[in-house]
């Protein structure tokens, strides 16, 4: 065999055994662990930037195995921080969240240096031998920090803003710049697409401002109370895997019961435009008695528990954002007064969105009741099949919904 022969032959078989992609999960020598879930958009994020980089990979899946999601929980318990996804583990460092390839990821890159400097390569090493640290939350280095191999929590890569010191910022602007941007979060998007669906049915605007105001009520004291203690406390991902497939049989059933609705009073329309005045007043006199009843607590607890989803679903994926800025409060020494008026700024940087949201719904409402009884007919078709879509992916793979 010539020479230029073997030189091909040996280029080829380097190419077969170096792990790629989707295989990266069983081979490589890097000691990175990956520590996700397919329904989580932050972990996809993180692996495709490790495949685009070329860095062997350990895929640990905490949904499906159980021995992942054993070590998931023992890291995260060892270092006291969030169960939430991605958590990224090399040689002695463990890395929470993905928030971009400027800012995580080169926090990957200054981890896998100082790799080299342990004998410590899997997650059970980790565990037994590596000390109790600080975890990096989804934030980079500095180029003078990276050098020396130290972690540089608070640089992020933020949306418009682009590539911040979070340490730069006055806290009450940081407060209320980080509050809203953490409010856009697309991991809980289907989420509000279900309760609006449910809104557009409420019967009446009052009823509908009511049921908005109570959700995004629920929704601001659950985040503050996350805020301060439970980003901790709880496990997000466990809790995840409980409340979406919940959410996806409310939506169900709240599909179900839409489409039940159309089917049975798809041809009222018809009879409304040709019954007389009497007629009509009567009609309107029983929906009316029907939207004046009082809400029952079931209600108000499927409001609540759709509020729940909501947090839960956003810290399972990424809790970068929060938790250094939960951080930077500490780092300040803030008296408890201090700390709750902070916090309450940025709780109400994060409702922002969802006052929007529901504010357009609740001023379609009022288009939507002026053009007539068609037009809430085909609501509840349209309502329906959405619901039940959204149900069923939510129950029988919610990685679908993955932005």
């Not at 989580?40 to 905490?62: A, D, R, S």
């Not at 990276?146 to 972690?151: K, Y």
């Not at 992020?156 to 910022?169: E, H, R, W």
């Not at 901790?232 to 991902?237: I, M």
Request: glycine residues 10%.
């Amino acid at each position: 065999m010539s020479y230029k022969s073997r030189g091909w032959l040996f280029a080829i078989i380097l190419l077969v055994s170096v792990p790629f992609g989707a295989n990266a999960s069983t081979t490589g020598d890097a000691g990175v662990y990956l520590f996700g879930r397919d329904d989580c958009g932050f972990c996809q994020q993180e692996k495709e930037w490790l495949e685009t980089e070329g860095i062997p990979y350990h895929y640990m899946n905490v949904a499906t195995d159980k021995e992942a999601a054993r070590l998931f929980k023992a890291i995260a318990e060892k270092h006291d921080t969030s169960k939430v996804t991605p958590l990224t583990v090399i040689g002695e460092q463990v890395i929470l969240g993905f928030n971009g390839p400027d800012t995580t990821g080169a926090s990957i890159k200054a981890a896998i240096l100082a790799a080299d400097e342990t004998d410590i390569r899997t997650p059970q090493e980790h565990l037994e031998r590596a000390p109790v640290q600080d975890v990096v939350v989804g934030g980079g280095c500095s180029e003078t920090e990276c050098d020396s191999g130290l972690s540089g929590t608070y640089l992020f890569d933020l949306p418009v803003l682009g590539l911040v010191d979070l340490k730069s910022f006055s806290l009450f602007s940081l407060s209320l710049i980080l509050g809203t941007i953490d409010g856009f979060n697309p991991c809980a998007m289907w989420v509000l697409i279900t309760f609006l669906v449910l809104l557009s049915q409420a019967g009446s605007r009052r009823k509908m401002v009511f049921l908005a105001g109570l959700f995004i009520l629920a929704e601001a004291i659950m985040y503050n109370l996350i805020l301060n203690v439970w980003y901790k406390t709880w496990d997000f991902v466990a809790l995840d895997q409980i409340v979406t497939p919940l959410v996806g049989l409310l939506a169900l059933g709240g599909g179900a019961f839409f489409l039940y609705r159309w089917h049975k009073n798809k041809n009222a329309a018809l009879v409304c435009d040709i019954s007389d005045i009497e007629q009509q007043s009567k009609t309107i006199g029983r929906f009316r008695a029907i939207v004046e009843q009082p809400l029952t607590l079931a209600t108000v607890a499927a409001i609540i528990t759709i509020a729940f989803s909501v947090n839960i679903i956003e810290f399972a994926c990424s809790i970068g954002i929060p938790q250094a800025y939960t951080k930077i409060l500490e780092l300040n020494m803030l008296s408890f007064l201090e700390r709750q008026g902070y916090i309450l700024v940025y709780t109400l940087g994060y409702m922002v969105d969802d006052v929007l949201v529901f504010g357009l719904a609740i001023w379609g409402y009022g288009k939507l009741e002026a053009h007539g009884h068609k037009y809430a007919q085909m609501s509840l078709l349209v309502g329906g099949v959405l619901m039940l879509l959204l149900g069923g992916l939510l129950v029988y793979d919610p990685s679908l919904l993955v932005l």
